[in-house]
């Protein structure tokens, strides 16, 4: 079974940051994905990276305020998060898409179904 494991999480106040990290089981993936789900809402990709080449995709609602990126030595991805905002309040999960299903970058690679294994998610909180 592969289990990934999220870390980093907690609480900051409104234009401060964070970094959440996942750690893997040392596989090869062909994407790496952070994913962020709040209460009744749907689950939101918020960005997105492949592995061998470290080109990373956004959301929107991210794009210039948080960073992905992976150290292949330590099987560790990150989400670095600053300007943080009160509505970036969610569990956020580490996701990865097996070698077996390439997709590439894209809208596509923010979407949920596009990912095979998933970890218990941390919880980040950013008051006003």
């Known amino acids: 079974r592969v289990q990934l494991m999220e870390s980093g999480g907690g609480s900051a106040q409104a234009g401060g940051s964070l970094r959440l990290t996942c750690t893997t089981p040392?596989?090869?993936?062909?994407?790496m994905a952070w994913f962020r789900q709040a209460p009744g809402k749907e689950r939101e990709g918020v960005a997105a990276?492949?592995?061998?080449?470290?080109?990373?995709y956004y959301s929107d609602s991210v794009k210039g305020r948080f960073t992905i990126s992976i150290d292949n030595a330590k099987n560790t991805v990150y989400l670095e998060m600053s300007s943080l905002k009160p509505e970036d309040t969610s569990m956020y999960f580490c996701?990865?898409?097996?070698?077996?299903?390439?997709?590439?970058?894209?809208?596509?690679?923010?979407?949920?179904?596009?990912?095979?294994?998933w970890g218990q998610g941390t919880q980040v909180t950013v008051s006003s």
């Open positions: 990276i492949l592995p061998g080449v470290g080109n990373a």
């Open positions: 996701a990865a898409a097996a070698a077996s299903h390439p997709g590439g970058l894209g809208q596509s690679s923010l979407w949920p179904e596009m990912y095979n294994y």
């Open positions: 040392g596989l090869t993936f062909d994407r």
